[in-house]
């Protein structure tokens, strides 16, 4: 184990990792910082002597992180029941062309932290998410895993089990090239724009979803909309509800390592205020199979860490 003077220092080279562990846990930008935080005041609160015996502190670092999402993960279901419409995990935000170097930033360049791989981790429960992350993604023995879950070694293997099952039928499409998500995305907001529903329904898968999170705090759609017909016609609605071109004024930025979009907040006279928003999309075989848009303004604040939102 290191000593005092350089405890900091290994610290800081585990963050990128402790960091892409909890963000991966607990779909949230501030549960995950306040994690790996906490894991260092409690690396920090050891003696020397009790240093001196943690023999890989990796290891001991990620099941410290690992118990703290835990209770992150189970006091969050609490949260949710209060929350007003859809809940989507809080996006992480980056220029395109400029990848940051914030361990968040890190993080999301996995495909496993993008926005719809974090969605199909949502229908988990805390204790399969926490057993399926930590030894698919992470390596972590399930004697460990164990420990955290305050389980047997035989039940936590149970649990990544039960929750690599349920996420056998729900994996989101692989992430595409930028050039190939640019080419759909430009078809599409193409279209939008030009109020051309053939064009945009070229570009729809058919059991496409739209998922708007708010928490009633911004406008946005109240429930999941399923179909591509369904969605049309809530684009159609949003087109004629907002200033003409307002949807255009939005610039490309990168949600969680894919292509996405930032809307600022807008208001002209004699339309409806835009809010601010920033979304994604999954895309399967050249066809837009969901889009994730936030416009929680709660979310919006940490997500855009890398520059500022109002740039």
Not at 38 to 54: K, M, N, V
Not at 181 to 198: K, N, P, T, W, Y
């Amino acid at each position: 184990m290191c000593s005092a003077n350089t405890l900091v220092g290994e610290f800081e080279m585990l963050r990128p990792r402790l960091t892409s562990v909890a963000y991966r846990l607990t779909s949230s930008v501030s549960d995950a910082e306040d994690a790996v935080q906490e894991s260092w005041l409690r690396l920090a609160g050891l003696t020397e002597e009790q240093r001196a015996g943690i023999r890989d502190l990796t290891g001991w670092l990620t099941t410290v992180v690992g118990r703290i999402c835990l209770d992150r993960l189970q006091s969050a279901a609490l949260r949710r029941e209060r929350y007003v419409g859809p809940w989507l995990p809080e996006p992480v935000i980056t220029p395109v062309g400029a990848p940051g170097e914030d361990p968040l930033d890190i993080a999301v360049r996995d495909e496993g932290a993008r926005m719809a791989a974090l969605i199909v981790l949502d229908k988990l429960t805390p204790e399969q998410r926490v057993a399926f992350v930590l030894h698919d993604a992470f390596s972590v023995p399930y004697n460990e895993i164990a420990e955290i879950l305050g389980v047997s070694v035989d039940a936590a293997r149970q649990h990544a089990s039960r929750g690599r099952r349920a996420l056998g039928d729900a994996q989101p499409p692989p992430r595409l090239s930028m050039a190939e998500q640019q080419e759909v995305l430009d078809r599409f907001m193409s279209a939008v724009l030009a109020g051309d529903v053939r064009a945009v329904a070229e570009v729809l898968h058919p059991d496409m979803v739209f998922i708007g999170d708010s928490d009633g705090k911004a406008r946005n759609a109240r429930r999941i909309i399923v179909g591509a017909e369904k969605i049309l016609r809530f684009f159609s609605g949003l087109v004629r509800m907002y200033p003409p071109g307002a949807l255009g004024t939005g610039r490309a930025v990168l949600v969680n390592g894919d292509l996405g979009f930032h809307l600022p907040s807008l208001q002209v006279d004699g339309y409806q205020k835009l809010d601010e928003h920033v979304g994604t999309f999954a895309i399967r075989d050249g066809r837009i199979e969901a889009i994730y848009d936030v416009a929680n303004p709660d979310k919006l604040k940490p997500a855009f860490r890398g520059f500022a939102s109002s740039a």
